[in-house]
């Protein structure tokens, strides 16, 4: 069984509504590599957990007019918002794809940041969804 990473890709897969062969397409990856992640033969890469979760965000996001940005969710103030990646680009929707990881400082490991990420309160929303 693989380690449970930031997204579950049959979980994933499922809440679009895609076969594994429509899933690779969209990920611009193998549908031998989608297998593989799925069945637990290999580890699902960083890279390819960030691509499945931004298109379930981006999914879960559509019938949104706006989304609260991450330093509010976790009341962020001064000298966290200063050196903030998602605050200094206003991309408070997207903190998750950004080098650090709030409200846990800089986390650059690709998958200790996303072990990180699955459990914000800015990602549960649509994670969950």
């Known amino acids: 069984m693989a380690a449970k990473g930031f997204c579950e890709l049959p979980a994933a897969r499922k809440a679009l509504g895609k076969s594994q062969s429509e899933l690779a397409r ?3 990856i193998s549908i031998r590599a989608v297998q ?21 965000f981006l999914e ?11 330093w509010k969710t976790c009341r962020c103030e001064g000298e966290a918002r200063s050196r903030c990646t998602a605050y200094q680009m206003q991309a408070g929707d997207l903190c998750w794809m950004m080098g ?6 800089d ?3 690709g998958e200790k940041k996303l072990a990180t990420c699955r459990t914000c309160p800015v990602t549960q929303p649509w994670l969950a969804s």
């Open 26 to 28: 969209l990920l611009g």
């Open 36 to 56: 593989s992640y799925e069945q637990g033969w290999r580890p699902t890469p960083p890279y390819v957990q960030k691509m499945v979760a931004m298109v379930l």
């Open 60 to 70: 879960w996001r559509k019938g949104r007019k706006s989304v609260q940005p991450c």
């Open 100 to 105: 650090e990881s709030c409200p846990g400082g």
């Open 107 to 109: 986390i650059k490991a």
